[in-house]
């Protein structure tokens, strides 16, 4: 816990018991008198507003007269009392001041000030530091409110802020500077500060807690989904090493890649590996694929172009037969071999159109 300083220990204070009579001999054995002060004292806070005019004068302005051994014990005690007098009197200005860390500086000044005078005697001692004290107390219980109205905002907006937290980092950030707000905020002095803490810290606690067992779900996930995609990349390495560019191979690739995309984040710089181990292995395998596929064209291209070349030397064959057969066919008057000859060219024409129109289909695939 951020502990923080409860200056109340140092305003809290016994009032000392005054000499009862005025005698010279009580007063040179007296110690200086140390008065009660006030139990709401608190430590330091953010100036906040404007300083008021009264507070532009020093404490120093206030000039405390000293006591000195060689005077008589009643004028002594006179110039105690007018020098306490001049400190309530700047009590009394202090006390509306908003400028809180500068004038609870200037307080505690009041305050060593005064445990420096002597005796002021029986009659005014007791209600000299009455007036004083409550003087002082004007200014620190408006500034115990103050502290207060501000330690419960900043509860408040804690609690707003950390309801529902969708961004964890964000969220931390703000409540630092809540944390930084309460610090300058000071001690209220009151028994209320303690409170007010536990239930700030408490907010922030629950705050860790939740972050760190999201961040440890968000872990135990980004491992998992690590593992997952680690063994997809192993698959993948190895279809690729095997050079085996079958339908079966070029599918399960396929299949690889969507389900590697459906897997979530696996974490820096683990995400990142994966993902460049993963794009070579796919590279190298569709780059080969690429390849093959472009050898079994060229090869199917080369055993299409022998196919059509021999058809075009069938057909070139046929038609220089129709010539041989056209030649015999004007060298004879026999009606049977004129129209057997007739019947042989009719059939060399036929197989002609038969070899072109194939010739044709291989000319659309290649």
């Known amino acids: 816990m951020e502990s923080e300083v409860n200056l109340s220990q140092e305003a809290a204070s ?14 040179e054995t007296t110690t200086p008198h140390v008065e009660e002060s006030e139990s709401t004292e608190a430590a330091e806070t953010e100036q906040e507003g404007e300083q008021p005019a009264a507070d532009a004068r020093p404490v120093a302005d206030v000039e405390v007269v000293a006591t000195e051994d060689v005077a008589p014990a009643r004028s002594r005690m006179d110039l105690a009392r007018i020098s306490k007098q001049a400190l309530i009197e700047r009590a009394k200005e202090l006390a509306d001041s908003t400028d809180w860390r500068k004038t609870s500086d ?22 000299l530091w009455e007036e004083f004290r409550e003087a002082r107390q004007v200014f620190f219980s408006r500034r115990e409110e103050q502290v207060v109205g501000i330690k419960r905002e900043i509860i408040d907006e804690a609690k707003q802020l950390t309801e529902n937290v969708t961004n964890w ?10 944390m930084g707000r309460w610090k300058a905020a000071g001690n209220s002095g009151s028994d209320s500060d303690k409170a007010l803490w536990d239930e700030f810290n408490a907010i922030r606690r629950d705050f860790r807690s939740r972050r760190k067992a999201d961040l440890d779900k968000r872990r135990a996930t980004t491992q998992a989904n690590a593992k997952a995609k ?40 683990a995400n990142d590996t ?45 038609k220089t037969q129709n010539e041989t057969l056209t030649t015999r066919l004007g060298s004879t008057l026999d009606p049977e071999k004129i129209a057997l000859i007739k019947s042989w060219i009719a059939q060399n024409e036929e197989r002609v159109d038969d070899l072109e129109d194939d010739i044709g289909d291989i000319k659309r695939k290649i």
């Open 230 to 269: 680690g063994e997809i990349v192993a698959e993948a390495q190895a279809i690729a090493e095997a050079k085996a560019y079958t339908k079966e191979n070029s599918d399960r690739m396929r299949q690889l890649d969507k389900d590697y995309k459906a897997i979530g984040f696996a974490g820096k710089p």
């Open 274 to 318: 994966l993902w460049s181990e993963f794009t070579a292995a796919k590279n190298a395998y569709w780059n080969g694929n690429s390849e093959h596929l472009d050898e079994r064209r060229r090869q199917r291209a080369e055993r299409l172009q022998e196919v059509m070349d021999r058809k075009e030397d069938q057909i070139e064959h046929l």
């Open 169 to 178: 980092a964000a969220t931390s950030a703000k409540l630092d500077e809540l």
């Open 14 to 27: 016994v009032e000392a018991v005054e000499p009862q009579e005025e005698t010279i001999a009580i007063e």
């Open 106 to 127: 200037m307080q505690r000044t009041l305050m060593e000030e005064w445990r420096k005078i002597g005796y002021a005697g029986k009659e005014t001692n007791d209600k």
